[in-house]
């Protein structure tokens, strides 16, 4: 570098503070990995079924947890394919229960105690026919009402390896769910496997902040580039707190701030390694709401809902 | 007559020679007014003066022009090289990790910091050149001080101070360095055995000079309660924080020191700065880099254009021959004493250099010491020791200065006048000029400074 102009340097000097303000932490805990002791397996009769066993044959081997069959449809009487697929996981075949199928599956969970149920989305419908237009009814009012996290099914794709050698937490605000969605990420990771923070800033939120700032002020300019900052300041603590906890659990740790202004960040949108996309949903804030619903449309891949209330 | 005896020994007429000179100097003075961008006068003066050049006959074609840029092209190389390597290398946390990694093993005592952050300055301004460190630095500097409640005054203007004496450690340290180690093809291990000893006794001038200044500015020593309060205060800093990519800043520390070893070991490659600079930086792009069109915008057009502008100049004004009579002029000056030439050209290039840019100063002076005839390794090295420690002298003449005292002023509302800065800087700076005559002297009576073949 040169003579910098007096503009340059101020803006570098005060950017390379923020840089190192950020370094202000305190002393960080790792988050805790949270491991499900019990799974709910939900069948619908459709082609996703088949992921759905497999992960579900795959996180029983490795978690060593017991799982729950339940065949939620509401015209079928026959508890046939659930005892059939129970029997093949050495698991439990859950009594078909009254009701819609989302008041089945949530008689379900209190009744069996599971800390996390598998079910697929679009339920009791061939996702190629939905496609990404809708998540379904069901996925609706479970996101809305259950007390435990969901692992979406969407895609099905032959489980060859361990799945979920790679899961990526998705956050785009605030979100009080950031670390519980954290701990059940690394809980839910293929041991040797990566884990990955990604801080997405939407180009529709840097236009949002635009607009407001524009009218309480004119001469104020916000820029993706600002707001990618502050979400990477807000969000140093857990940054800090994944990386320990991943050394310790000998996984590898990136995290990443992306902007959508080219198009989704590849991690969300390449289908090779099939990642575990972890979304947290902080049920009080409807943008949060929001955009896990639409992640989930969007999404090819299995997800991993973390709710708080 | 004179016009037919200036013909004969290939210079111009005295008239030609004044009228370049005076247009240098007019040009000097534009790269030294404020208001007025420093590229743009150099351009403006490289224009007239080829205008002048190829009108009066000084350059038969305009192609010689071309020609005696060409000799000068590696220096571009090797900015533009760094450039791109230091933006990568700033991109991955590396040094600001290293710097809160550092400032945290003090737990914050005012003297241990005072020690690191000198330090730090030297080391990082050595390896990055003046402008990245000292962003980095001034930053460092601004947010401990907030943090353990003591006034950056003393600490930014160390930095400031210090970091002259890192610009003298290598050949890619500062712009000046660069232009006269390429100009005298000075090998970067040579920078080592000669530049190096005297940047760390100058250091330490600094250093205590600075410290007997500040005697009241800082608590010096502190009981063991405000030990354990500042200790408290920094741990609430974690340098890991800084880290986004802990391969990443891993890999752009390899490829930073490897550069830096294939700076030493050019020579006897066979090959030139340059290419080391440039390998370093694409390997930097390749393996450590994340935005590679973000890195390349890093690199700083406006000093290549201005240094395109700076060379054409030079190269029409020698081309008269008013170099070549300044040469001797400084040679009567001296009587022919090469230790007396050795003190008026360390005292000289230091003196200008406090009250214009160290670069014009440097590319002056270049030619004047490769038209002196005899050994020039003394020559070169009280350049390369006067440029850069004459920037401690007064609050413009070093960029580290202008740096450390704007950011005082903006962040701090600190303001440090002239008088003040004087009295301080220029302290230093004369004890350093006054030391770095004695170190050459020395070395060239003990017949120790390695020959430039």
Not at chain 1, 9 to 36: N, Q, T, W
Request: net charge negative; with cysteine; charged share 15%.
């Amino acid at each position: 570098m040169f003579d910098p102009t007096e503009h340059s340097l101020d803006h570098d000097v005060e950017e390379s503070m923020s840089l190192f303000e950020r370094a202000k932490i305190g002393a960080i805990a790792p988050v805790a990995p949270r491991h499900p002791k019990r799974l709910l397996l939900v069948l619908d009769g459709s082609s996703q079924d088949q992921l759905s066993v497999e992960l579900c044959r795959k996180l029983q081997a490795r978690l060593a947890c017991p799982v729950d069959v339940l065949d939620a449809r509401e015209d079928r009487s026959s508890n046939d394919d659930a005892q059939q697929i129970a029997e093949s996981l050495a698991a439990h075949a859950c009594a078909k229960l009254p009701g819609e199928s989302y008041e089945q599956i949530l008689a379900a969970v209190q009744q069996t105690g599971c800390g996390l149920v598998v079910v697929p989305s679009p339920y009791g419908r061939e996702l190629e026919k939905v496609g990404t237009d809708s998540t379904g009814t069901v996925i609706d009012v479970l996101l809305s009402r259950c007390p435990v996290p969901l692992l979406v099914v969407r895609q099905s794709y032959e489980v060859t390896d361990e799945p979920f050698s790679r899961a990526v937490l998705l956050l785009i605000a605030e979100n009080e769910a950031a670390q519980d969605a954290a701990g059940w990420m690394l809980g839910l990771t293929a041991p040797g496997g990566v884990v990955e923070l990604l801080l997405l800033v939407e180009s529709e939120t840097v236009e949002n902040f635009r607009e407001l700032m524009h009218a309480i002020d004119p001469n104020v300019e916000i820029t993706s580039g600002q707001l990618s900052e502050a979400l990477e300041r807000s969000y140093v603590r857990l940054h800090r707190a994944l990386w320990k906890a991943a050394e310790l659990a000998k996984l590898r740790y990136q995290f990443r701030v992306a902007t959508d202004a080219e198009g989704p960040p590849a991690e969300l949108s390449s289908a090779a390694d099939h990642p575990l996309l972890v979304l947290a949903l902080e049920r009080a804030d409807h943008a949060s709401q929001g955009h896990v619903h639409d992640r989930i449309r969007r999404s090819p891949h299995v997800v991993l809902v973390v709710p708080r209330d | 007559m004179e016009a037919i005896l200036a013909e004969a020994s290939g210079h111009s007429s005295t008239w030609i020679m004044l009228l370049f000179a005076a247009v240098m100097l007019f040009t000097y003075v534009g790269v030294a007014y404020e208001p007025f961008h420093k590229t743009v006068a150099a351009l403006c003066g490289a224009a007239v003066l080829t205008v002048l050049a190829l009108s009066l006959g000084v350059f038969g074609k305009y192609g010689e022009i071309h020609e005696h840029l060409a000799k000068d092209l590696n220096v571009f190389g090797v900015i533009i090289g760094t450039g791109i390597l230091v933006g990568v290398t700033g991109k991955s946390g590396l040094f600001h990790f290293l710097s809160m990694l550092i400032v945290r093993a003090t737990g914050g005592r005012a003297g241990r910091l005072y020690l690191a952050i000198c330090g730090l300055t030297f080391v990082f301004v050595a390896l990055l050149t003046i402008v990245p460190a000292m962003l980095i630095l001034c930053s460092l500097v601004l947010v401990i001080c907030r943090s353990l409640d003591y006034s950056p005054k003393p600490f930014l203007l160390s930095v400031a101070i210090c970091a002259n004496s890192g610009a003298i450690v290598t050949f890619a340290s500062g712009l000046p360095n660069i232009m006269i180690g390429t100009a005298a093809g000075i090998p970067y291990a040579h920078f080592l055995l000669v530049a190096a000893p005297y940047a760390v006794v100058s250091l330490v001038i600094a250093m205590a000079y600075l410290r007997f200044a500040f005697r009241r500015e800082l608590p010096w020593s502190q009981n063991p309660e405000e030990v354990a309060a500042l200790r408290a205060k920094i741990d609430e800093f974690d340098p890991w924080a800084l880290v986004d990519d802990r391969r990443v800043l891993v890999r752009s520390a390899v490829i930073l020191a490897l550069t830096v070893v294939g700076f030493a070991l050019a020579q006897p490659l066979g090959v030139g700065m340059d290419f080391i600079a440039m390998v370093g930086g694409t390997a930097a792009l390749v393996f450590a880099g994340k935005g590679v069109e973000d890195a390349i915008a890093k690199v700083n057009w406006t000093v290549i254009l201005f240094f395109t502008g700076l060379f054409v100049i030079i190269a029409c004004v020698e081309a008269t021959g008013a170099l070549d009579r300044l040469s001797e002029l400084v040679v009567q000056m001296s009587g022919g004493q090469p230790m007396l030439l050795v003190a008026m050209l360390t005292v000289f290039s230091a003196g200008s250099s406090a009250i214009v840019d160290n670069i014009p100063v440097a590319a002056t002076l270049i030619p004047i010491v490769q038209h002196i005839g005899g050994p020039s390794e003394p020559l070169w090295w009280s350049l390369v020791l006067g440029c850069n420690l004459g920037g401690n002298g007064t609050p413009i003449g070093s960029i580290s200065c202008v740096i450390a005292l704007h950011a005082l002023h903006k962040e701090a509302h600190i303001d440090v006048g002239w008088g003040e800065f004087v009295k301080i800087g220029g302290t230093i700076m004369v004890l350093q000029t006054i030391g770095a005559v004695a170190y050459l002297l020395t070395l060239y009576g003990l017949n120790l400074f390695p020959s430039i073949s």
